[in-house]
């Protein structure tokens, strides 16, 4: 079982910035794809960026240039989403995801951290 905590989120103005922090903890064999994902009220899911096992990267047209994900440098199974230039249209509950991978069948997703941009 895997087990993912985001924190990090919070509330900040215009032009802020935040950075995130997905922890995964638990019996984990194998790296596997990581995902941000962000969700606003009323509306749907979406992807935000993601990092593959070879530590390529991708991220929405809406948060490129803003935002830079990574792996924990300690701890590969980890990873953080630095959030810049922050704006109101950022706000949202930002979810971190594991996907399945060789190790592990299964996909998890984390509870979730709220970051709010407003003046």
């Known amino acids: 079982q895997v087990k993912l905590v985001e924190s990090g989120g919070g509330s900040v103005q215009p032009g802020g910035s935040l950075r995130l922090f997905c922890g995964a903890s638990?019996?984990?064999?194998?790296?596997?794809?990581m995902s941000w994902y962000r969700q606003a009220p009323g509306k749907e899911r979406e992807f935000v960026s993601s990092?593959?096992?070879?530590?390529?990267?991708?991220y929405a047209d809406s948060v490129k240039g803003r935002f830079t994900m990574s792996r924990e440098d300690s701890d590969k199974h980890s990873v953080v989403l630095q959030m810049n230039n922050l704006n109101p249209n950022d706000t949202a509950m930002y979810y971190c995801k594991r996907s399945r991978s060789w190790c592990n069948s299964l996909e998890y997703w984390g509870q979730g951290t709220q970051v709010t941009v407003s003046k």
């Open positions: 990092i593959d096992i070879d530590d390529g990267i991708k």
């Open positions: 638990g019996y984990i064999a194998c790296r596997a794809d």
